[in-house]
T-cell receptor, first 113, second 113 residues
Framework: DGGITQSPKYLFRKEGQNVTLSCEQN?????MYWYRQDPGQGLRLIYY???????QKGDIAEGYSVSREKKESFPLTVTSAQKNPTAFYLC????????????FGEGSRLTVL | GENVEQHPSTLSVQEGDSAVIKCTYS??????FPWYKQELGKRPQLIID?????GEKKDQRIAVTLNKTAKHFSLHITETQPEDSAVYFC????????????FGTGTRLKVLA
């Protein structure tokens, strides 16, 4: 069954701790994206990657890091430098052209205690 | 910088009435404009898209119009039903050497029975 999988679905973290959100896709898509969703602010782009071992910062990359060692995987690390990390995080994948559907995961909700 | 503005932020309509959501983009190089629907607690899913060489596209009760000169595009839902209640996001695909999608801030549509 093809798709994009995020884990964990819910995550709690203490202040000062780093946390890594997983995103895996078996759609053979070249491009992968991380978005942050906050109420009233839509989907804001954190990082995106078009090919393995390459990625670009989005609009709100500060306090986040990513890696793209495999085509199928694009994990996001929320570091202690992110001042307001409590949010809903969505991963997406696409063909990597500028005309094409993005497929989203079910999201990960991070709460910092 | 690149920006997509979306209005209104909330919209309530009576069942059977029409709903219109409008978006404006800033980058004239954009050439792909998708609309996503996000039901409560679920992932965003593509409902319709339009490319810059087309002025209008229709799929049953849903239509999208594009005005390249004015750099705005709109989603039209006719004969609204309670299951249309959701958050709708517009997006513009930005050509910048790599391909990223910039989303609007979302419109919460409520269809009142």
């Amino acid at each position: 069954d093809g798709g994009i999988t995020q884990s964990p679905k819910y995550l709690f973290r203490k202040e000062g701790q780093n946390v890594t959100l997983s995103c895996e896709q078996n759609l053979n898509h070249d491009a992968m994206y991380w978005y942050r969703q906050d109420p009233g602010q839509g989907l804001r782009l954190i990082y995106y990657s078009q090919i393995v071992n390459d990625f670009q910062k989005g609009d709100i990359a500060e306090g986040y890091s990513v890696s793209r060692e495999k085509k199928e995987s694009f994990p996001l690390t929320v570091t202690s430098a992110q001042k307001n990390p409590t949010a809903f995080y969505l991963c997406a994948s696409g063909q990597g052209t500028n005309t094409g559907e993005l497929f989203f995961g079910e999201g990960s909700r991070l709460t910092v205690l | 910088g690149e920006n997509v503005e979306q209005h209104p932020s909330t919209l309530s309509v009576q069942e059977g009435d029409s709903a219109v959501i409008k978006c404006t983009y800033s980058d004239s190089a954009s050439n792909y404009f998708p609309w996503y629907k996000q039901e409560l607690g679920k992932r965003p899913q593509l409902i319709i898209d339009i490319r810059s060489n087309v002025g209008e596209k229709k799929d049953q009760r849903i239509a999208v119009t594009l005005n390249k000169t004015a750099k705005h595009f709109s989603l039209h839902i006719t004969e609204t039903q309670p299951e249309d209640s959701a958050v709708y996001f517009c997006a513009a695909s930005i050509i910048s050497g790599t391909y990223k999608y910039i989303f609007g801030t979302g419109t919460r549509l409520k269809v009142l029975a």
